[in-house]
């Protein structure tokens, strides 16, 4: 099969991989522009288009995916189908409608649930037990198009939106890979979701991600593991921000956002609005993630200190 692929960041990379080591013929990659990087503001460019350049794959890079130049280009590339992995932009219904068979998406969650930009995030945030991959067909609703095939998986306790990224990331290759497979065979049926019970996962900025320590230590454990990397729960010391990373909940009572304990090898102990959360990672303001114990001998922080 002649696949147009669409991705940016290293979610997408194993289903691209995996795509081309089943023999389908990707026969060009679309990805988001460069964009300025680092301190230095240097270009980088996606991970995806990383993977398609060390593949040899074509690489095309529109600033706004739509109008008659850029689907002239899609049209001569002969593609029998586009396959959409993050691409990080939404598709117009003519852009998803050039290939012959159309387009088919990789969405993080089980839907009708989650849908929308951030489903891995909001599972470890609202403490699901249960995600998975759906693999759907495209329309122009917001991950509302009938479903194809779905894989379940469990979140297992005290992960992280990270590592269930990578573990969702390569569920989700084998899934489309199989899906494909039963499509070439005329075995697979599309089956429409029931509106009725959609959920969203909006996306995550800096102002959502600030911590409320009034909240229950198991609920805050969960935006710590639930914004971990990007865009990374923090909090307010002296005036200036700190992300936290690695939490870990304990029966300890205080003012919430109170520093009970700070000293190498247990980390930093925090009071929350019920219980307390510990973590094991951080990074102030300008700095890089380090371990707490690295930060406690720099003396970034004391029993006593009020994160707000």
């Known amino acids: 099969m002649r696949v147009l692929f669409w991705g940016t960041p290293a979610f997408a990379v194993p289903a691209l991989r995996a795509l081309g080591e089943e023999g389908h013929e990707i026969?060009?990659?679309?990805t988001q522009p460069d964009k300025p990087s680092g301190r230095g503001l240097s270009t980088g460019m996606?991970?995806?288009?990383?993977?398609?350049?060390?593949?040899?794959?074509?690489?095309?890079?529109?600033?706004?995916?739509?109008?008659?130049?850029?689907?002239?280009?899609?049209?001569?590339?002969?593609?029998?189908?586009?396959?959409?992995?993050?691409?990080g932009q939404i598709l117009k219904p003519q852009v998803l409608a050039l290939p012959l068979l159309g387009s088919v998406n990789i969405h993080a969650s089980l839907l009708p649930e989650l849908r929308g930009a951030a489903p891995i995030h909001w599972a470890v945030i609202n403490g699901h037990s249960e995600t998975g991959v759906t693999i759907m067909q495209m329309e122009a609703g917001l991950d509302s198009g009938p479903m194809l095939f779905?894989?379940?998986?469990?979140?297992?306790?005290?992960?992280?939106?990270?590592?269930?990224?990578v573990r969702l990331a390569e569920i989700g290759a084998e899934a489309m890979v199989e899906a494909l497979a039963l499509m070439e065979?005329?075995?697979?049926?599309?089956?429409?979701?029931?509106?009725?019970?959609?959920?969203?996962?909006?996306?995550?900025?800096?102002?959502?991600?600030?911590?409320?320590?009034?909240?229950?230590?198991?609920?805050?454990?969960?935006?710590?593991?639930?914004?971990?990397?990007?865009?990374?729960?923090?909090?307010?010391?002296?005036g200036e921000p700190v992300k936290f990373f690695a939490p870990r909940v304990e029966l300890h009572s205080g003012l919430p956002g109170e520093v009970?304990?700070?000293?190498?090898?247990?980390?930093?102990?925090?009071?929350?609005?019920?219980?307390?959360?510990?973590?094991?990672?951080?990074?102030?303001?300008?700095?890089?993630?380090?371990?707490a114990d690295e930060w406690i001998r720099g003396r970034g922080v004391k029993v006593g200190d009020l994160f707000a």
């Open 27 to 30: 026969v060009a990659v679309v």
């Open 46 to 87: 996606s991970a995806v288009k990383e993977a398609a350049i060390s593949e040899m794959i074509p690489v095309l890079q529109p600033a706004n995916p739509y109008g008659d130049d850029f689907a002239a280009s899609v049209r001569e590339l002969e593609p029998d189908l586009s396959v959409v992995v993050a691409y």
């Open 150 to 165: 779905q894989v379940r998986e469990e979140i297992r306790a005290d992960e992280s939106t990270s590592e269930l990224s």
């Open 185 to 238: 065979a005329g075995e697979i049926t599309a089956t429409a979701q029931d509106h009725s019970r959609a959920t969203y996962a909006p996306k995550l900025d800096r102002y959502v991600a600030r911590l409320d320590w009034t909240l229950p230590a198991i609920e805050v454990a969960r935006w710590i593991r639930g914004l971990d990397s990007v865009p990374g729960a923090w909090s307010e010391l002296r």
């Open 260 to 291: 009970l304990e700070a000293r190498e090898g247990v980390g930093v102990l925090i009071a929350a609005g019920r219980e307390a959360v510990r973590v094991r990672e951080v990074q102030p303001a300008g700095k890089r993630r380090m371990e």
